[in-house]
């Protein structure tokens, strides 16, 4: 089954997605709509078989250092994070990101 790929779009759905992490690990996505290897990366997860969260970064800026706080880490893009229990137990970018060890993370 491919990734199903689930913009956020405010801070009441980037919680949701914090709170899901105490009952399952998530899979949350910086993208870039202007960059190429943001691209390639969001269709390299596609073989992910989860839900993959993606905050577009030139559209919800905001957003984006939301989850530069909430994670302590600095923003990237493309930027992917494993989060379980709240707590950012993978974290990787550009082409240190890799389908194959996200899903890993989700078994």
Same mark, same amino acid.
């Given at each position: 089954m491919p990734a199903n790929f689930i913009d956020l779009n405010s801070s009441d759905d980037l919680e949701a997605v914090f709170e899901r992490s105490n009952r399952e690990p998530v899979v949350l996505l910086k993208h870039s709509n202007s960059c190429g290897i943001s691209a390639h990366i969001k269709y390299l997860l596609e073989s992910v078989d989860a839900d993959i969260f993606v905050v577009t /970064? #030139?559209? $919800? &800026? *905001?957003? !984006?250092?939301? @989850?530069?706080? &909430?994670? +302590? &880490? !600095? $923003?990237? !893009? *493309? #930027?992917?994070?494993? @989060? &379980? !229990? +709240? #707590? /950012?137990i993978h974290h990787a970018t550009h082409y240190g990101i890799d389908a194959a060890t996200v899903s890993s993370f989700l078994k």
């Open positions: /970064v #030139q559209l $919800h &800026r *905001p957003l !984006s250092n939301e @989850i530069t706080v &909430r994670t +302590g &880490r !600095s $923003h990237q !893009s *493309p #930027q992917l994070f494993v @989060i &379980r !229990s +709240g #707590q /950012v």
